[in-house]
């Protein structure tokens, strides 16, 4: 993870209005995700910075925290939405799909498709364990809306879990062969979620007017 703020640049801010940590953050998704994680080095990263690499190291130990803090950057978000749902008062559905629908929104988001990354090899890497839990919280709250919304329990409920986990996340690979998506895709994908977690078309409806807009 980052270590504090770092020492600035010699120059001060970029053109891009970029903190010098966002730059080797920005410089390292585009690298990651275009030539991979394995074929990145630290020289690379610094480099489409625009920084040393002595003073990339004052904002990271190596490319594997820069790594950590990318990923962490695509689950967190919904972690602390996800736990705002568990405190509110409406209807398991529609917690469901607000879930399903900011979820998918945020792997969308953003320049480069840092959902890619899930699919490195390299995250079987102890040092990657804070994402793994985090996704782990995340997927726990999945489970209990879908029990809520679907009324499962046992095995249907884990894998319709699953299910539904999966079929948000796959945003991740329909991103990674058509850029342009086109507008409404999380609000598509929240609602196939709610019919693959056993609810009918009336309910899907309700459950999308009360939740939306997000």
């Known amino acids: 993870m980052a270590r504090g703020r770092g020492r600035p640049r010699a120059s001060?801010?970029?053109?891009?209005?970029?903190?010098t940590e966002q730059e080797i953050r920005a410089a390292a998704a585009r690298l990651?995700?275009?030539?991979?994680?394995?074929?990145?080095?630290?020289?690379?990263?610094?480099?489409?910075?625009r920084i040393s690499q002595a003073?990339?190291?004052?904002?990271f130990a190596g490319k594997h925290e820069i790594l950590l803090a990318l990923l962490l950057?695509?689950?967190?978000?919904?972690?602390?939405?996800?736990?705002?749902?568990?405190?509110?008062?409406?209807p398991a559905a529609t917690r469901l799909w607000r879930l399903?629908?900011?979820?998918?929104?945020?792997?969308?988001?953003?320049e480069e498709n840092l959902g890619s990354l899930?699919?490195?090899?390299?995250?079987?890497?102890?040092r990657f364990a804070p994402f793994h839990v985090e996704?782990?919280?995340l997927f726990e709250t999945y489970r209990d809306l879908v029990s809520a919304a679907g009324h499962l329990a046992g095995a249907d409920?884990?894998?319709?879990?699953?299910?539904?986990?999966?079929?948000?996340?796959?945003?991740?690979?329909?991103?990674?062969?058509?850029?342009?998506?086109?507008p409404g895709m999380e609000a598509r994908i929240a609602d196939a979620a709610l019919r693959v977690a056993g609810l009918d078309e009336d309910a899907v409806a309700r459950a999308r007017g009360a939740a939306q807009p997000l």
């Open 12 to 19: 001060g801010v970029p053109a891009s209005g970029l903190s």
């Open 32 to 49: 990651f995700c275009t030539e991979g994680y394995g074929s990145t080095s630290t020289y690379k990263i610094a480099q489409a910075a």
């Open 55 to 59: 003073t990339m190291y004052h904002y």
């Open 73 to 90: 950057d695509t689950v967190r978000p919904s972690v602390e939405f996800a736990a705002d749902l568990t405190a509110s008062t409406e």
């Open 100 to 110: 399903c629908a900011y979820d998918a929104r945020l792997l969308l988001s953003g």
């Open 118 to 126: 899930y699919l490195l090899p390299e995250l079987g890497d102890e």
């Open 135 to 137: 996704r782990q919280r």
């Open 157 to 182: 409920l884990a894998a319709v879990t699953h299910l539904v986990f999966g079929l948000v996340e796959s945003v991740i690979l329909r991103r990674r062969a058509d850029a342009d998506l086109g």
